[in-house]
Structure formats: structure tokens, C-alpha cells
């Protein structure tokens, strides 16, 4: 490879995943730019793009599997080794607990979720069936909603919205949707458009408004339900959409009805004239577009925000049009549509398949027989990213068997018994299911960059051993399968078609059967995208129409396309009117009443004394997206060119108050743990308010030197701060005590 060549890729550090072009050089990633060819991004990154390099190259790679002594060191151990003890180690836990007593949690980050696909072939034929991710600790309150209302997930079109509305999110820092800064720069400019934003902060995003409802922290439910009501009392819903597509409209009606708008005003801190301003604004734009984020999602009464919020476009009838909010296709779903069903110690919801994070430690430290036994994580951080740290480690060293698989010796990975190491995302095929759009929905599958690092192995290949050490499959009944992928794709598709009718048990496993047979046909190392021709099939069959507009034949040529289109492709291009047809419902009509979410509402009229307390007068929001966050996916600090320490934001009155200087050190202390932090006083805080930002206070080691810059937001996080229908953390909203040091 020439250095001056551009080749394609994409962007791991948040969902955007926007595509960039990169040249390299000695296997670094020397110059880095916007992609144009990409068919979501179309050229745009921020700042954090450009400085991947210390992602992919750092001093913390790791470049062995390893095996913990009984003093707690790690040897390095020879892969077969490794893959023969794991294989081993869960198959003695299965055969004396019970399979269902693995629990799996990850499988995938902001930039990689083809590993966590081919996960299932070992832990269905192990018998494991509790998992999480991180999604468990934001969208599974939402995601309960979405079901309700429409069996689906909605994303709003925000490059053409009249009207973008921003609930708990910032998307000048946390982005999220394509050109987010593109796009909110346009909105801003335009005197025909508006922004409303409801935030405690004064954010980036929050500058740019038209309407900031600068709620008081964890008040949001009054500010939206009094924005909902002034829809309803001032006859501003679009009856017409109502009619036709929505049931269950008047017992919500009666419920709004009865809100005193003035009231739940006074109680979020927001002026009414400004509600009813924002209200009316809403509901006279041609087009509106939202979206709600961590500041409602890990704050309280989450659940009920997300229904909320969701009120306000229904009730508007901002849907099914050009700028509003949108049911999408997917290409992998993110969540499964298995219904809420319990965690097997505490008796949480299980929603969409998902343990929620916050219970994982109790899961586990208990002498409940139920409780899990062993644990393999890949691609995430627990014993950092969950709530209570403290109590998240010592569940963990509590396992009879855990292991990690991870680029790095993690927080997480430091209590496991083995640690095997992946492949960077530049060294493998990779991907996202991160595939939210509506008209036009995009996904990209990038080619490798460099060979993997010596001594790692991409996750397809980690699992597949895996599975193989179990022998899920007898290798005679996938022969014919991978004669026929030699052939070509046209005869693969016949005779897997026979294969499955005559075998179906192959489908349960069927990542790993495509790896093991279309795998090891497809060109350049891209053994790991033949799950890819299952999900295209799939996606043919869902969405004929729209993929053939997108210019797929058929579930192949899709594959093709998806093979071969380097910058990614548009896997299917919808009409407005698609939109009803994804409703999961019989009658394809949004169900808008939901009962536990009437009497949430009902009850916000009783007083609710504040979470804070003269011990912990301040609301702490730990863990706030800035422009050198990217959860705990880089770890060398050199990645930041400021913010170095993370610091603690505090209002002005508070820091006169306390005595605080800007640049000083602080001691925040909280119920679960304490802190030292570096202060910034920013007039963009309110009194009361203070906030840290996520991924910090993860070490680095370079020539034995080790730095944990900023501060770990979970070593101050409790788990039982948590929604009571989702069981989502506060992390926003978490009482604490400053003084000055
Ligand atoms: N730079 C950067 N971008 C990222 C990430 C990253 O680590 N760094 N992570 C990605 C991920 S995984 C996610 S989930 C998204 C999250 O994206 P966001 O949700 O936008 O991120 P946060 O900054 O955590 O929280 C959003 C806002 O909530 C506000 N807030 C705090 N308390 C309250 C409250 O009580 N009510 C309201 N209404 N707002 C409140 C904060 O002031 C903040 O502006 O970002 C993604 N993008
Ligand atoms: N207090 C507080 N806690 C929070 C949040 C908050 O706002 N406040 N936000 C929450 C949210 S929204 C999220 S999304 C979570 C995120 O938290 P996690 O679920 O822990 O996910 P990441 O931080 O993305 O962790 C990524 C891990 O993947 C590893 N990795 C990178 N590349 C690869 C690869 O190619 N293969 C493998 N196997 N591993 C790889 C990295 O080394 C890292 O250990 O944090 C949550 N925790
Ligand atoms: S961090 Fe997100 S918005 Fe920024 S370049 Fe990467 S993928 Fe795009
Ligand atoms: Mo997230």
C-alpha cells in the first residue's frame, strides 16, 4: 500500500460512526479526513475523528490472551490454550449451575457490532440467556414506550425539521444524528425554522435555541407534562391525524387536561409564558423533530420523560411526513422484541432481552441460588461504565468464572480470570447496527486497515474457535454449505436453502454456520462479514420495496453492494407513507394510552421532596459528553488537546459559596464514594448544579509510568438511584457534597 493512498473507514467514537478516509503509514493512521462518498455523512466529522490514531496505536494494546495466577498476576497463554480453558471453564459452570447462570454483557461499542453477532452459536449452546449492554443503562425505559406505542424506534429528521427539539441532549458535543453541527448551524440560521431545547445547562446547543427551558435538574417531567397540556387544553392537536391513525387519544386527553400548566411551570423552574410559547410553536410548524437523551434517560422519572416527549410529536401528528419523527427500517435490531420478563434475583424488568446495568451487582452478590456464576464480556467496560464501581468489582472477583475480551487491560478485564485480546477496528471488518435513518437508511461495512496486531484475533474468529472447542455443529453437515460458497453466492443461496430445510436447528447458530462455510469464501480477510448475508436477506424480505428503490435486487445484490461499496451503502430508500406500515400494531395505529404512564402522570400533582438533602445539597451530572470524551473507548489521555483533567463545572453562586477558584482542586463526596477533581466555575451551570464529564479517570500505563487523569464518574454513582420501570440509572442526578481543598 502506497502511503498517499486514501482508503475508507469510518469513525468508532460515537453512533454517528460518520466515514472517513485515511492514509496510512508504518500501521499508524496518518492523515485522517471527512469521507464525502459516505452516504450519511457525506464529508462531515468533529473534532474527535482526527485523532484516532491513539485509539489504534497506544501503549495499552494488548497482544496475548492471558491467564490469571492465584496471586492475582496474569501470564500470557498460547491461543489454543486460552480457547481449550474458556471452552472448559463455561462448560464446567453449565454442567454444575445451569447455563442460564452465564450471564454475557457488551458485544459491541459505538463502532463494533459484528463480534457480538456470531457471540450466540457458544452461549445458546451453553444454555446462557441473560445479557446486557449498555443500552440496559439509557434507552430500555424508552425502548418499553416505543413498544407500546408503536412496536418500534423512532428517529427524527432533523435536516429537514421546521422545528428540532432537544430534550437532556446536546448534540453540538454528543452528536448522534448525521452533520449533527451542520444541521443545527442551519437550523439556527434560518428565521424560519426554530430550536427548542430543554437543559439545565446554557450548552453549546442550548446557545443556539430559539425556546431554552432551562429546567431545574430532575424536573423535567413537570415541564413536559405542562408542555403536553397546553397541546390539549389549548386545542392545538392535529385532530385530523388523531382520528385516523391514534387510539386510546381520550383518556390521555383527560389526564392532560387536569395538569395546571402554571403550577408544574413554577415547579420545573421555567417561565409559563415561555411552555406555552414553546407549546404553540410545536404545534404550528409544518414539521417536528426530537430527540431525548441521557438528561432525561438517567434522571428521575425517565420512563415517564420518554412518554412524555413522545406525546408531544404524536399529538402534533409529527409523523409520516418530510421532517418530522420516523419509524425506520434496521438492519440488525438493536434490541429483541422479547417481552419484559424478570432478572431471576432481584426480579428487575427485563426489557428488550436486556438485564438493566444497574442490577448486575446484586445479581451476583448474593447467596440467592439463582444468582450468576460466570460472565464473558466483550467490548464494554462495566467495572467503569456501572453505576457503583466499587460494587461492580467486587461482584465481579466474586465470580467463579469471568472473562473479557477487549483491545485492553480494562478496569473490567483486571478481574477476570482469562483476558483474550481483539483485534483493533481497523484491523478487521467491521460495522454498526447503528442504522436509525428515515427516507434514506445507510450501512457500512468497513474493510480492514492493517493486518490484526500480533497476538489478537478479530471476535468472528474468537467465537467461532469457541463454538468449535463445544462442537455446536458436526463440521460433515457444513461441507456441502462451503463447496457452495466457493461457487459463488447464487448456488450458496440454493444449498443453504436445502441445508436449513432438511437441518433447521442450523439456524440457531446461523452467524457461526455463514462464518464457517461463506466465510472462508469471502476475499481479503472478510471472513467476518458473512453474517452480513443473512442480515441482507433479511432486510430484502422486510423491506422489498424499499431496497429495490435503494437499487438492490434482492437480498444478494445487497450483499454484493455491501461487499463492495467501500464508503458504505443505502440499504433502503422509504416513502412517507411506509411509515404506517411500520407500526407494529395489527391496525397499524399508534396506541397512546398507556396506562402505568396516565397514573405516573396523575401522580406528579402530589409534592416530591428533592433527592438532595442538607448532607448532599448539589445535584452532580456525572458524566457529561464534551470535545474530548468518547466513553471509555480511548484511553490514551494524550488523545485530549485540553480538558486534560476533567474538570468539575460549577455555577458561580456555588463556587462563592464554597470558597471554589477556578483551576483549584475540590473534594466531592457522595453516598456512594469521594473524589478529587479540578474546578471550572462556568456561568452555564445553574446554582445547585454541578457536572463531570464520562469517560475519564480510566489509567494508563506508558514505560511503567501510570496516570488516571479526571475523575471515574462511577466511583460516585449508586445502584439503586434507578428508574422503577426500567431500572435506568440517575447518573444525572446524583446528590453530592463540594468543598473546596
Ligand atoms: N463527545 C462525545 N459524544 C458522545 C459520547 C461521548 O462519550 N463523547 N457518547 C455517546 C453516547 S454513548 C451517548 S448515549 C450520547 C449521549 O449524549 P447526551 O445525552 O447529549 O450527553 P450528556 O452530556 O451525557 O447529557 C446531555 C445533557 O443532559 C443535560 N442534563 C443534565 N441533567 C438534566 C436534567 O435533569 N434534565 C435535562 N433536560 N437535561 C439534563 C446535561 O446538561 C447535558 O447537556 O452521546 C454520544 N456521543
Ligand atoms: N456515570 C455515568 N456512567 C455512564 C454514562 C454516564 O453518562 N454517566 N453513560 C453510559 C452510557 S450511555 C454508555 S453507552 C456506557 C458505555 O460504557 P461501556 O458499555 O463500558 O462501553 P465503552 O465505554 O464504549 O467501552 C468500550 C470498551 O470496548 C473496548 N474496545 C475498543 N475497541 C474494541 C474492539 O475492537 N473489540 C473489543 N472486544 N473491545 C474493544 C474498549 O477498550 C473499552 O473497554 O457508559 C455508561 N455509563
Ligand atoms: S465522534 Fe461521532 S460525530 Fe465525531 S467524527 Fe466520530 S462518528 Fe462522527
Ligand atoms: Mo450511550
Not at 451542520?182 to 440560521?189: D, R
Not at 432481584?346 to 440467592?368: F, R
Not at 434514506?440 to 474493510?447: A, D, E, I, V
Not at 411506509?578 to 401522580?603: T, V
Request: with cysteine.
Amino acid at each position: 500500500m502506497t502511503v498517499d493512498e486514501w482508503q475508507h473507514t469510518a469513525c468508532i467514537l460515537c453512533e454517528c460512526n460518520c466515514g472517513i478516509v485515511v492514509q496510512v503509514q508504518d500501521r499508524t493512521l496518518a492523515k485522517i479526513r471527512g469521507d464525502k462518498q459516505h452516504p450519511a455523512s457525506r464529508g462531515y466529522t468533529c473534532n474527535k475523528a482526527l485523532r484516532l490514531d491513539h485509539y489504534q496505536n497506544n501503549a495499552n494494546r494488548l497482544t496475548s490472551p492471558m491467564r490469571r495466577r492465584d496471586d492475582g498476576s496474569y501470564e500470557e497463554i498460547d491461543w489454543d490454550t486460552a480457547i481449550a480453558e474458556v471452552a472448559e471453564g463455561f462448560q464446567r459452570i453449565a454442567k454444575t449451575y445451569g447455563g442460564e447462570r452465564i450471564f454475557y454483557y457488551g458485544g459491541g461499542g459505538q463502532g463494533n457490532h459484528l463480534g457480538g453477532a456470531y457471540s450466540s452459536a457458544f452461549l445458546k449452546t451453553l444454555g446462557s440467556r441473560y445479557r446486557s449492554n449498555a443500552l440496559a443503562q439509557e434507552k430500555t425505559g424508552e425502548a418499553w414506550v416505543d413498544a407500546h406505542l408503536y412496536g418500534g424506534h423512532t428517529r427524527g429528521e432533523f435536516e429537514h425539521a421546521e422545528v428540532a427539539v432537544f430534550v437532556g441532549k446536546n448534540p453540538w458535543m454528543s452528536q448522534s444524528f448525521p452533520r449533527a453541527r451542520v444541521v443545527l448551524n442551519e437550523i439556527a440560521n434560518d428565521p424560519a425554522r426554530s430550536m427548542v431545547v430543554i437543559d439545565p445547562v446554557v450548552t453549546d446547543t442550548a446557545r443556539m435555541a430559539d425556546y431554552h427551558l432551562r429546567v431545574r435538574p430532575g424536573t423535567d417531567a413537570w415541564c413536559l407534562a405542562a408542555l403536553a397540556a397546553v397541546l390539549v387544553q389549548e386545542n392545538l392537536c392535529d385532530e385530523t391525524f388523531l382520528a385516523e391513525h391514534v387510539t386510546g387519544v381520550d383518556a390521555v386527553r383527560a389526564v392532560l387536561g387536569d395538569v395546571d400548566v402554571a403550577d408544574y411551570a413554577r415547579r420545573c423552574g421555567v417561565d409559563e409564558q415561555l411552555i406555552r410559547a414553546a407549546s404553540r410553536r410545536i404545534a404550528g410548524a409544518g414539521s417536528v423533530a426530537v430527540f431525548e437523551d441521557l438528561g432525561v434517560q438517567q434522571s428521575p422519572n425517565s420512563t415517564l420523560c420518554s412518554y412524555l416527549n413522545k406525546l408531544l410529536w404524536i399529538l402534533t401528528g409529527n409523523f409520516a411526513k418530510r421532517g418530522a419523527q420516523h419509524l425506520h427500517s434496521t438492519f440488525a435490531p438493536l434490541f429483541s422484541k422479547a417481552g419484559v420478563g424478570r432478572t431471576p434475583v432481584t426480579g428487575a424488568p427485563v426489557i428488550a432481552g436486556l438485564v438493566p446495568s444497574n442490577v448486575v451487582p446484586q445479581e451476583i452478590l448474593t447467596d440467592h441460588p439463582d444468582r450468576f456464576r460466570a460472565m464473558i464480556v466483550e467490548s464494554s467496560n462495566p467495572a467503569h461504565s456501572i453505576a457503583d464501581s466499587a460494587a461492580v468489582r467486587a461482584a465481579l472477583a466474586e465470580l467463579e468464572f469471568l472473562v473479557v475480551i477487549d483491545v485492553a487491560m480494562t478496569e473490567t478485564a483486571r478481574q477476570a480470570h482469562y483476558v483474550l485480546p481483539a483485534a483493533s477496528q481497523f484491523e478487521k471488518p467491521e460495522a454498526t447496527f447503528f442504522n436509525l435513518e428515515f427516507p434514506h437508511n445507510t450501512f457500512h461495512l468497513r474493510h480492514r486497515l492493517f493486518e490484526p496486531l500480533a497476538g489478537t484475533l478479530p471476535e468472528p474468529e474468537i467465537w467461532a474457535r469457541l463454538a468449535r472447542a463445544l462442537g455446536v455443529v458436526d463440521d460433515a453437515e457444513l461441507r456441502p454449505l462451503r463447496k457452495a460458497a466457493a461457487d459463488g453466492l447464487a448456488p450458496f443461496t440454493a444449498e443453504f436453502l436445502a441445508t436449513v430445510s432438511s437441518n433447521p436447528a442450523l439456524t440457531k447458530v446461523l452467524p457461526y454456520v455463514l462464518y464457517e462455510t461463506l466465510g472462508a469464501a469471502l476475499p481479503d480477510g472478510l471472513a467476518g462479514a458473512a453474517a452480513l448475508w443473512g442480515l441482507a436477506q433479511k432486510a430484502a424480505m422486510t423491506y422489498p420495496d424499499a431496497v429495490r428503490r435503494a437499487g438492490h435486487a434482492d437480498g444478494n445484490a445487497l450483499f454484493e453492494a455491501i461487499l463492495t461499496q467501500r464508503s458504505g451503502v443505502t440499504f433502503t430508500v422509504h416513502e412517507y407513507a411506509d411509515d404506517f406500515n411500520l407500526i407494529g400494531h395489527p391496525d397499524h395505529k399508534i396506541a397512546l394510552a398507556m396506562p402505568e404512564m396516565l397514573d405516573e402522570i396523575r401522580a406528579l400533582r402530589a409534592d416530591r421532596p428533592p433527592l438532595t438533602s442538607h448532607e448532599f445539597p448539589i445535584v452532580l451530572s456525572a458524566g457529561e459528553r464534551r470535545a474530548y470524551t468518547a466513553n471509555d473507548i480511548i484511553r490514551d489521555p494524550a488523545w485530549r488537546k485540553r480538558d486534560a483533567d476533567g474538570a468539575l463545572r460549577v455555577s458561580v453562586e456555588d463556587a462563592d459559596a464554597l470558597g471554589l477558584v477556578d483551576g483549584g482542586r475540590a473534594l466531592v463526596t457522595t453516598a456512594a464514594g469521594r473524589a478529587e477533581a479540578s474546578v471550572e466555575i462556568s456561568d452555564t451551570m445553574l446554582p445547585g448544579h454541578a457536572s463531570l464529564p464520562n469517560g475519564y479517570g480510566l489509567d494508563y500505563s506508558d514505560d511503567g509510568k501510570v496516570t488516571v487523569p479526571g475523575v471515574a464518574p462511577n466511583a460516585l454513582t449508586s445502584t439503586e438511584w434507578r428508574d422503577a420501570f426500567a431500572g435506568t440509572p440517575w447518573h444525572k442526578h446524583v446528590p453530592a457534597r463540594i468543598e473546596r481543598l
